[in-house]
């Protein structure tokens, strides 16, 4: 699949996840500056809204609109994952009200874009995450998984939340 950002195509590394296999470990770093890992999630199904930056409309959107429609969901945790620092994280969804999703920040994990096949390995946003979202079952299964052709465009959520 080829990804873009503004039109313009840009590579991206890792293997993205598809459905039925096991998502691979991780540990993020929470808004608290502690360790979230994938066993915290076992139990529960989990939404992974991943992309670059909370600081831009796209990214911005994404977390207001799971927040907004996946909170009601019974046992399902909303992890949205960027590299932004939980400062940065915890003062928007702060400002914004938004208390229905987690945050967490790959910055002290590298490893987590390539492992999840979102790495951004050229361009402007090189280091940083591509947009994709991917749900599991209680497992650690995934039953959804989008990586968004056109950073700049929002993931179908429709799908995502129906696959729940």
Not at 52 to 77: G, K, Q, W, Y
Not at 105 to 126: C, H, I, M
């Amino acid at each position: 699949m080829s990804i873009t950002f503004q039109g313009n195509p840009v590579s991206v590394s890792g293997s993205f996840l598809q459905v039925g296999q096991k998502a691979p470990d991780f540990t993020l770093c929470s808004a608290e500056l502690s360790d979230f890992s994938l066993e915290s999630l076992k139990g529960k199904k989990a939404v992974l809204n991943i992309f670059p930056s909370i600081d831009t409309p796209v990214c911005a959107m994404s977390v207001r609109t799971f927040n907004e429609r996946a909170s009601s969901l019974d046992n399902v945790t909303v992890l949205c994952i960027s590299a932004d620092l939980p400062f940065a994280t915890g003062r928007f969804c702060g400002a914004e009200g938004l208390d229905k999703v987690e945050m967490a920040s790959f910055f002290r994990s590298p490893s987590f874009t390539e492992d999840y096949g979102v790495n951004l390995d050229e361009g402007a946003l090189k280091g940083l995450a591509s947009r994709a979202v991917i749900v599991l079952n209680e497992e650690g299964t995934v039953l959804h998984s989008e990586l968004v052709s056109e950073i700049t465009e929002e993931a179908n959520y429709e799908a995502a939340l129906a696959s729940l």
